[in-house]
């Protein structure tokens, strides 16, 4: 499927095969391949087929990355489908575990959520942020939803304000503020005869819907190529021809950085980076009769990696380490602003 393909024109069966089949030619990315199939197979209605994919993968020899995303997505598709029992105690248990991926404690919490179970969904949401968020004063990125989502619930609660619910404030960024999107009185605004009321909810939902759609979207990005030092001796070593390409290591992290913030300069949204080996790359060479030689075969190479789920995401957040193994912080190595 395109990243701009409307969601309405998709073939939802058939686009959940054709990741199946590619996960069978490509198993050692078969976890991200598999997981955006079940979402087809439950966009479909067809649950049973995406738990299915989820079993699989949770029976898999293959140590996954992220097991309890895919549990946590298994609980809230059989809930949808009649197995309550069985979702409640896979939900009990990814609890206890306490998992350190916000994914799936937004999943958790908003299955509880979507079926009425508010006091339980907003205990959840709490657990997630106080493992997840805890003290801190600036909460990475991915942690955003589960404090939106512990505001959302504890509004429809009634419950008073508290320091995470004003750092949620905080975070959001949407020109209707949280306590508006998130009021349970806003419903009876549609019922009104007064076009003032109705043009003010309207543009309301726009602005939450406007947040779902970037929280939800999961397009392919635009992916820029990385080679590790090894990897990239081991390439110029068996193909002398790409020095031009890469006349240096240094060089060539510098060129992925300042690429990067070009792109990002220029509004390119969803930029990511990818990491090559040779033999991966001889093989998509096979697979595309072209010989390793040719540069242009290297942009088709890393768009090729970043659909199959290989993609990470940039920038970093300032502490987590930099992308280009060095074992420093992002904001101490690459992310130096007026590095190259």
């Not at 990125?141 to 995470?164: E, I, Y």
């Not at 999961?218 to 081991?234: C, K, S």
């Not at 240094?250 to 390119?268: F, N, V």
Request: proline share 9%.
């Amino acid at each position: 499927m395109r990243p701009d393909t409307p969601a309405e024109n998709v073939d939802h069966p058939a686009e959940a095969a054709r990741l199946e089949r590619t996960a069978d030619l490509y198993p050692e990315d078969a976890e991200a391949l598999l997981l955006r199939a079940a979402a087809h197979r439950e966009l479909s209605g067809d649950r049973p087929a995406a738990t299915a994919l989820y079993d699989r993968l949770l029976a898999s020899a293959t140590t996954l990355d992220h097991p309890h995303l895919v549990r946590a997505l298994k609980a809230s598709n059989l809930w949808e489908y009649g197995h309550e029992a069985e979702a409640r105690a896979i939900i009990e248990g990814l609890r206890a575990a306490a998992p350190r991926d916000p994914a799936s404690w937004v999943i958790v919490a908003e299955a509880l959520e979507a079926h009425d179970e508010l006091e339980a969904a907003q205990e959840a949401f709490t657990q997630g942020v106080t493992v997840l968020v805890g003290e801190a004063d600036v909460p990475p990125r991915p942690t955003h939803p589960l404090l939106f989502g512990r505001h959302r619930v504890r509004r429809m609660l009634g419950l008073a304000h508290d320091a995470w619910d004003t750092l949620a404030d905080t975070l959001h960024s949407m020109p209707v503020s949280l306590d508006e999107l998130h009021d349970p009185k806003r419903v009876w605004s549609l019922g009104s005869d007064n076009p003032a009321e109705l043009a003010a909810e309207i543009s309301r939902l726009r602005a939450e819907l406007g947040a779902y759609r970037e929280a939800l979207s999961r397009p392919y990005p635009v992916a820029v190529l990385h080679w590790p030092t090894r990897e990239l001796t081991e390439l110029l070593a068996a193909y002398p021809d790409l020095e031009t390409e890469y006349p240096s290591h240094e060089h060539h992290l510098s060129t992925i950085e300042a690429s990067l913030r070009e792109l990002a300069s220029s509004g390119t949204p969803n930029l990511g980076i990818v990491t090559g080996t040779l033999p991966s790359y001889e093989a998509f060479a096979a697979s595309e009769a072209a010989s390793p030689t040719d540069p242009a075969l290297l942009p088709q190479y890393a768009t090729t990696l970043a659909a199959r789920g290989r993609a990470t995401p940039w920038p970093p957040e300032p502490t987590t380490t930099c992308w280009c193994g060095s074992g420093r912080s992002y904001g101490g190595c690459h992310g130096v602003p007026g590095d190259r």
